[in-house]
């Protein structure tokens, strides 16, 4: 097999591996992208802070009183 051919070849099969290669990482990542959004909400719901309840309204005899 004469050298140019065989380089041609060789840089032929070392692009399509590179393409297959780059066409699996790609698939992986459509694969895995339902759990990374599932994930991700899961941490943003225990990460954001729970809001505290409020105050109980605070009153005086005298207001009381007066509502009733």
Same mark, same amino acid.
């Given at each position: 097999?004469?050298?140019?051919?065989?380089?041609?070849?060789? !840089?032929?099969? $070392?692009?399509?591996?590179?393409? $297959?290669?780059?066409?699996?990482?790609?698939?992986?990542?459509?694969?895995? !992208?339902?759990?990374?959004?599932?994930? !991700? *909400?899961?941490?943003?719901?225990?990460?954001?802070? *729970?809001?505290?309840?409020?105050?109980?309204?605070?009153?005086?005899?005298?207001?009381?009183?007066? *509502?009733?």
């Amino acid at each position: 097999m004469p050298v140019v051919l065989e380089a041609i070849v060789v !840089s032929f099969g $070392m692009l399509l591996i590179f393409t $297959m290669a780059f066409f699996l990482i790609f698939l992986l990542a459509l694969v895995m !992208s339902p759990v990374e959004k599932s994930l !991700s *909400k899961m941490i943003w719901d225990s990460t954001t802070p *729970k809001r505290p309840l409020p105050p109980p309204p605070k009153g005086s005899f005298r207001d009381f009183s007066k *509502k009733h």
